[in-house]
């Protein structure tokens, strides 16, 4: 065990953390970058092409120091927000982090947040300082900014290139050096954290895990704490390039498991894996189930493709355990199911997903979060809302309850006013404000978790020239005065486009809706008045003005290249078109309400 080390790298969005590993893995003669390419080309489309890191896998490499062998465990974990509860689970099965910066961006919001994350998981911190190479990079002051920071020595700071290869060696012998061995009793009955699990369509859903005490044992019964299943452990092993497959994994070491199971949600990130015939009696600490954030309608384009589009979600639910459907049926929409995601990102991935691999054209409704509603005449029983047609009549209601969140943002000094505006623009209430440096400052703000989830990050941009860096986490349920919006297009009321929002900017919200609306929805051989109502009450209105010509007289008939483009852009819009009543509404016009500036 004193051969080993457990260690992740935490770093900001794009400060170099993938190709940092992929160094490591190069210098120790892992994988080559090759090899990593063709390995990588069967994983997930979707993950390579956005180019973050969805799911953290576990990754096991061996170096040699001063004669001894050390085996040395990288656990990666996921960049994204929507998954920080898997971050904070990988993170709960290391010993050591890199923390990596960026010498020309210095230290932002994820940086900070990462390193809370490890630090309360008693982490021994290395400090990189990433991108040496780069002409803009500031070696000197962003050091500065890191022992600020952390409280460490100058010299603690190892400087590097993921790029050229700088002080990645250097790294390696730092891991060795500084990062504790795993302690733990192989003796005592086996007690395995799950910080990740991955499906695989040929051999069920494979668990990664970090074995605190005992061993797991090829063939062993073992029982899972938080579902209480029981399985055979078919295989385990460790990974490598591929998966190597072992008699037993040892308390300290790293692994994976395959049992059989065909359905991610029995595989709970941060449940126990203990032995069924001598069960530990401690659960490891730090268990959740992980709840979904963003709730949103998903409608087949296609009313008849209903029960194939429940085929899908149940298909992607078995690898995806954090998605959540039940059936919802909408007057404007017909069958469809309301889901429930980890954040916007998760969403996009879900609707991409049924739309590649499994040829569902659907239409995704107004997201919205997840609301508590109480009445007058039970004021304490709870009525979740997670569809804005759930939230009981206004008459009837006593009181709703939003959930908030802490943000963090971390941005020029230049940039506090702009900010602090949109902050406030979004119901925020400033909680902190500190200055880094004289440059750059960290403002804590608690806000309405509706208010993020949808535009406020490219907002932020935005206002900030790019100089401004996010992240949250939430703190629970607060009182807030809600209103329901709804829509009318011509007369009809189409509850897909209906939102829960402030009563405060209510008309604001209405007004911008409708027009936003007015652009989205194509004309037809009619006038389409669209009306933004709070209950009775017509709060704004526009119209649609009915066509007057075909689009394509605009052509002349002469350029035909330019009209088939016309036509061919025409066909494109069609495909996520919905008939309501008489009118037919494009997929965007039910995402409209999100990006109104
Ligand atoms: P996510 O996985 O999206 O969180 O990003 P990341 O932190 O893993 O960053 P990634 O490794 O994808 O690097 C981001 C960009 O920085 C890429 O274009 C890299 O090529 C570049 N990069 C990484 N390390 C270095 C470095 O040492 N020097 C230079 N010049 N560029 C680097």
Same mark, same amino acid.
């Given at each position: 065990m004193k051969h080993i080390r457990n260690f992740c790298i935490i770093a900001h969005i794009d400060h170099g953390k993938s190709t940092l590993a992929d160094r490591l893995l190069d210098f120790t003669g892992t994988v080559t970058e090759r090899q990593k390419q063709d390995q990588l080309l069967d994983s997930m489309d979707l993950e390579r092409e956005r180019g973050i890191t969805i799911k953290s896998h576990a990754i096991q490499m061996e170096y040699v120091h001063q004669g001894e062998t050390y085996v040395l465990n990288l656990i990666d974990t996921p960049g994204h927000v929507d998954f920080s509860y898997e971050v904070s689970r990988s993170i709960a099965a290391c010993e050591g982090a890199l923390l990596v910066v960026d010498a020309a961006q210095s230290i932002q919001a994820q940086t900070i947040s990462n390193l809370y994350l490890a630090l309360e998981n008693d982490l021994q911190i290395i400090p990189v300082l990433n991108k040496v190479d780069l002409p803009s990079a500031n070696p000197e002051e962003v050091t500065d900014d890191i022992v600020d920071l #952390?409280?460490?020595?100058?010299?603690e700071v190892i400087p590097a290139s993921a790029k050229t290869g700088i002080g990645i060696q250097e790294i390696l012998e730092a891991i060795i050096d500084r990062v504790p061995a795993p302690k733990g009793n192989v003796d005592e009955p086996l007690q395995a954290l799950i910080f990740d699990s991955v499906y695989n369509p040929f051999r069920g859903v494979e668990t990664y895990f970090r074995v605190i005490n005992g061993e797991i044992k090829k063939g062993q019964k073992i029982k899972f704490l938080a579902t209480g299943k029981t399985y055979f452990a078919d295989e385990v092993g460790t990974l490598k390039l591929t998966q190597f497959p072992k008699q037993s994994i040892k308390s300290g070491d790293v692994g994976y498991l395959i049992t059989g199971i065909k359905d991610a949600r029995e595989v709970k990130v941060g449940d126990t894996i203990t032995d069924a015939a001598n069960p530990t009696q401690n659960m490891i600490e730090g268990f959740e189930n992980v709840k979904p954030m963003v709730f949103a309608g998903i409608y087949p384009v296609d009313t008849e493709d209903y029960e194939e589009l429940r085929g899908a979600m149940e298909k992607l639910q078995l690898n995806d355990a954090s998605l959540v459907f039940a059936p919802e049926s909408s007057a404007a929409l017909g069958f469809g199911f309301r889901c429930g995601f980890l954040g916007m990102l998760h969403l996009e991935i879900i609707q991409e997903r049924l739309e590649r691999e499994f040829d569902m054209t659907v239409i995704t409704t107004v997201p919205n979060v997840s609301y508590q509603a109480y009445t007058k005449k039970n004021p304490e029983e709870i009525i979740v809302v997670n569809? +804005?047609?759930? #939230? +009981?009549?206004p008459s009837k209601l006593d009181r709703v309850e939003e959930p908030f969140i802490k943000a963090s943002i971390i941005t020029k000094a230049d940039y506090v006013g702009p900010v602090m505006s949109l902050c406030i623009e979004k119901r925020g209430v400033i909680t902190n404000q500190t200055y880094l440096t004289p440059e750059r400052v960290e403002l804590h703000f608690d806000m309405p978790l509706a208010e993020i989830v949808f535009d406020f990050y490219d907002r932020l941009k935005t206002v900030s020239k790019g100089y401004a860096s996010f992240d949250y986490s939430p703190v629970g349920l607060r009182a807030s005065k809600l209103v329901k919006v709804d829509i009318l297009i011509n007369a009809n009321s189409v509850d897909a486009l209906s939102a829960l929002v402030h009563a405060d900017n209510a008309y604001d919200i209405g007004k911008k809706m409708v027009e936003k609306l007015r652009e989205l929805i194509p004309r037809q051989q009619f006038d389409i008045p669209i009306q933004a109502a709070i209950g009775a009450k017509i709060i704004s209105r526009e119209t649609v003005k009915a066509l007057?010509?075909?689009?394509?007289?605009k052509c002349y008939g002469g350029d035909i290249s330019r009209k088939r483009k016309l036509l061919e852009k025409q066909k494109k819009g069609k495909k996520r078109m919905r008939q309501v009543g008489n009118v037919e509404i494009p997929q965007q016009a039910f995402m409209a309400v999100l990006k109104l500036n």
């Open positions: #952390l409280g460490c020595d100058p010299e569809n +804005p047609s759930d #939230l +009981p009549d007057r010509k075909d689009v394509t007289a």
